[in-house]
């Protein structure tokens, strides 16, 4: 399996944390030099390991937002 090359270009916060220090982030990250999208997943304390997550798009996120917004009556 080849590496998987990834650069956090922009820590934006936790979300939670477990009881071994992982922590659950939402951060922009380059993948293998690819253009940055927002990822939530969880982190090891030093991001040295990481967990599965999912990486959304920009109009991804404009979506998950408006969605978001409508169900907390905003």
Known sequence: MADIKFEIT???G???EGAKGWR?????????GRAPKYDIRDWAPEHEKMGKG???SNEEVEKLYGLLK????E
């Open 10 to 12: 922009h820590h934006i």
């Open 14 to 16: 936790v979300l939670s």
């Open 24 to 32: 659950k982030e939402l951060n922009l990250v380059s993948w293998n």
């Open 54 to 56: 999912t990486t959304l």
């Open 70 to 73: 409508g169900i907390m009556g």
